[in-house]
Every structure is written in structure tokens, then in C-alpha cells.
């Protein structure tokens, strides 16, 4: 017996899927050409799939601050925060991170991934709940399962849901964290937030909202959804990333419990991972200025939300259920998802394919998410790629 048997029924999922569509698993970005574009299988190919909300990845002033930081402090901090990894940029970026949020404390993470591992593995300890949006992303669930809280899972954006499970709850008489997210990475919807603000305070739980696809996109300031539902004060704790709208990598927890900074000495994934290196936390920093002086490029990326959204929606596909820079096409068959994918991409356009159990309704994902990054050309030419694929399917 190998200890790779258990992986038999993988590679024959896999090799059965490289049948219909070996590019697939052969994506390589070549050449990165810009934040929107790059070489695909030798071709220019425009990226519709990227997260890169606010097109910040190769903003010059980013560049430039990253380029600076690698210059003077290294290419690494090769340490934990707890060591040696603590440098005046991840300090700094903290104290701007709690200002852009008002809030009074801050923590940085090494990803997204982390930040969510080391907030629920650590907050909700042995006899308390945690009670999570059954479509919340697998970091979320993962810190679940590092840390010993109870789980529980609520229909996904259904706060009679929520309430129905906090009612039953209540007789346990113990802390309860209810956790969701602001915009769903999958399908681009928001969460009921205030909905769910008004029935954790009934319940006197605290809430966790991860503003991942969030930040930047929503907001009069772009601080999440959050602050456009209006009810910051009910949030106990913010997480998001920096690998999207300020694109680069990291993650965060902002919050005005004070307690806060005590995690940072419970967190096994905040204790032992290095800490981000210079040139990221530089560039984050520098990202985090430009989403606040420049309101402009969150409308931007509004308008071309809005017109992939509505171009789709008139081509007669099955979408998401509201506009969004995530913008989802459902398809029940793999065979015709692997088709369009692949239709789209010798088009030259790339768009995240996503395959359940991935996916959140079991159906199958094209996936696009729009930048303010892209040119007007750019977005006719995604809408024109969609429109000769779709043609391919109704003639088929
Ligand atoms: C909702 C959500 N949370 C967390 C993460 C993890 O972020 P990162 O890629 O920075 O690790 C993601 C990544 O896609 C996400 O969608």
C-alpha cells in the first residue's frame, strides 16, 4: 500500500477533466504585461479574473515604495512578528489600518488565509460557538477547525436563520461568534449585514465580518460592507486581505475590543510564520493612501461591475443574484463550463473556472471579476468574447 492510494480517485477526477480541457490545469501567466493584462499560452490575454479591484498591482507609487522598502530593509524579515519579524512598516501600517477603520486597534497577518486561521482558532475557545454563514470561504472554516470552539452553521444569508440558531443557543449561556463575510467571493452578493447586526445584538453575540472582496469596493470610503450597511458599530471585528483591492499579500484584524492585541500572543498562526517582507508591507501601505485619495477608482470599477453585470444578464445567462466587480455565470453541465472557459480564453479573455464542491450551490462558476484597471477596450473586448461564446453554446 503507497501512501499516495488515497489521491487514486483525485488523478482519475483529474485525468477524466483534462480530457474535456487540458489548459485548465496548464494555466501559466507567461509574461504579466499589466495588472489587466499578460501572455497566456504565447497569447495577450486580458485578466477577468484576478481580484485586483482597484488595478493597484502595478500602480507606480506602489511600485516605487515597494521597490524603496526592498532597497532599504532586505528582501525578507526571516522572522515571526514575535521574534525578530516586527519592523517600524508592520507597526505603522497597523496604526494606519486602525485609522482608516476607527478603529482603536489593529493586527497584520501574513495572508488573508492566516488572519482568518488565527482570529477563530483563537477568539472562540472550549465550550463557546462559533456560528458561520455555511458559504464563508475555506479559511474561515479551516480556523474553525484549528481552534476548539463548537461550530454551527447558518443558512447562507438568512438572518431568521441566524435568529432561529441563536434562540436555541441562548440556554447554553455562553460567548457565541457569528461570522460572515461582506461581498461572497463566488457570487459577488452582500450580506443581509444589518439584518444580522440587529439580531447578534439581540442576542448579545459578537460578529465577525470578513471584508475580503469588501474593501475598496464598498463603502462612501471604501471601508466594506460594513460601513455602506451602516453599521460599523456593530461589527466587533474586521478581517480582510491585502491580496485584493490593495494588491499585494496579507491579511488584517481591525477592531475596537482592546483585547485585540491579546491574540497576537495566543495565535499560533500569527506566532510562528514570518512576518510580511518589506517591499509588501511598503506597497500596502502606499495602496491603502491611494484607495482613500482616489474615490474615483472605486467608481470606475463600479461602472465596469455594471456593464459586464447587465451585458451578461442581456446575453441570457444564469448570473448571480446582484451587480458586483465579482460577476458569476451559473452553468449546471462541467462539459459546457470547460467549453465556455476555454471559448473565452482563445478569445483571449481569462475568467476563473470554478468546479464544485468549490462552489457554493454545486453548480459550475465562470467566474470574472473586473478592475478599475480595465479600459474601456478592454471591457468591450471581455463583453465581446462573452457574446461569441455564448453564440457557440446556442448554436451547439
Ligand atoms: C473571503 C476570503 N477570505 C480570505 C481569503 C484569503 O485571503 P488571502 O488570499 O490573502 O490569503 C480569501 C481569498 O480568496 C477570501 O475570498
Known amino acids: 500500500m503507497s501512501i499516495f492510494d488515497k489521491f487514486q480517485q483525485l488523478a482519475a477526477t483529474r485525468q477524466e477533466l483534462e480530457k474535456s480541457c487540458d489548459a485548465f490545469f496548464n494555466i501559466v501567466m507567461q509574461d504579466i504585461i499589466s495588472g489587466t493584462e499578460a501572455i497566456v499560452n504565447g497569447r495577450p490575454t486580458i485578466l477577468a479574473g484576478s481580484n485586483n479591484y482597484l488595478g493597484l498591482s502595478f500602480d507606480s507609487d506602489c511600485i516605487d515604495a515597494a521597490c524603496g522598502a526592498v532597497r532599504k530593509e532586505g528582501t525578507g524579515t526571516t522572522g515571526s512578528r514575535m521574534a525578530n519579524g516586527t519592523f517600524s512598516g508592520h507597526v505603522a501600517l497597523e496604526q494606519e489600518l486602525a485609522e482608516f477603520f476607527n478603529r482603536q486597534g489593529a493586527i497584520v497577518f501574513s495572508t488573508g488565509y492566516v488572519a482568518n486561521l488565527a482570529m477563530l482558532s483563537t477568539l472562540v475557545g472550549p465550550g463557546e460557538i462559533i456560528l458561520l454563514d455555511g458559504d464563508c470561504h475555506a479559511s474561515i472554516y479551516d480556523g474553525c477547525r484549528m481552534g476548539s470552539a463548537e461550530v454551527h452553521r447558518f443558512r447562507h444569508n438568512d438572518a431568521q436563520d441566524l435568529e432561529k440558531r441563536l434562540r436555541r443557543l441562548e440556554k447554553r449561556n455562553t ?11 463566488m457570487l459577488g452578493d452582500r450580506a443581509p449585514l444589518a439584518d444580522i447586526v440587529s439580531v447578534k445584538n439581540k442576542y448579545g453575540a459578537y460578529l465577525l465580518v470578513d471584508e475580503a472582496h469588501s ?8 471601508r466594506g460592507l460594513a460601513e455602506e450597511s451602516d453599521v460599523e458599530d456593530g461589527v466587533d471585528f474586521v478581517v ?65 461591475a455594471n456593464m459586464l453585470y447587465n451585458k451578461l444578464q442581456d446575453l441570457g445567462f444564469s448570473m448571480g443574484p446582484e451587480p458586483s466587480p465579482i460577476v458569476a455565470v451559473r452553468l449546471e ?15 483571449g479573455v481569462y475568467v476563473n473556472l470554478m468546479l464544485p464542491p468549490a462552489t457554493p450551490d454545486g453548480s459550475c462558476l465562470l467566474r470574472s471579476s473586473v478592475s ?15 457574446t461569441a461564446v455564448r453564440q457557440l453554446t446556442a448554436a451547439a
Open 215 to 222: 474593501l475598496g469596493v464598498l463603502g462612501a470610503n471604501g
Open 240 to 304: 480582510g486581505t491585502f491580496s485584493k483591492s490593495l494588491g499585494a499579500i496579507g491579511g488584517f484584524c481591525v477592531s475596537n475590543h482592546p483585547e485585540l492585541d491579546l491574540v497576537r500572543y495566543a495565535s499560533r498562526p500569527y506566532v510562528f510564520t514570518a512576518s510580511s517582507s518589506p517591499s509588501v508591507i511598503a506597497s500596502t501601505r502606499m495602496a491603502l493612501k491611494i484607495l482613500q485619495k482616489r474615490p474615483e477608482l472605486r467608481h470606475r470599477l463600479w461602472d465596469n
Open 372 to 386: 478599475a484597471g480595465h479600459t474601456l477596450e478592454q471591457m468591450e473586448r471581455i463583453c465581446e468574447a462573452f
Open 333 to 347: 453541465d462541467k462539459a459546457e463550463a470547460f467549453e465556455l472557459w476555454n471559448g473565452l480564453l482563445e478569445q
Open 175 to 185: 460567548n457565541i461568534l457569528v461570522v460572515v463575510e461582506g461581498l461572497y467571493s
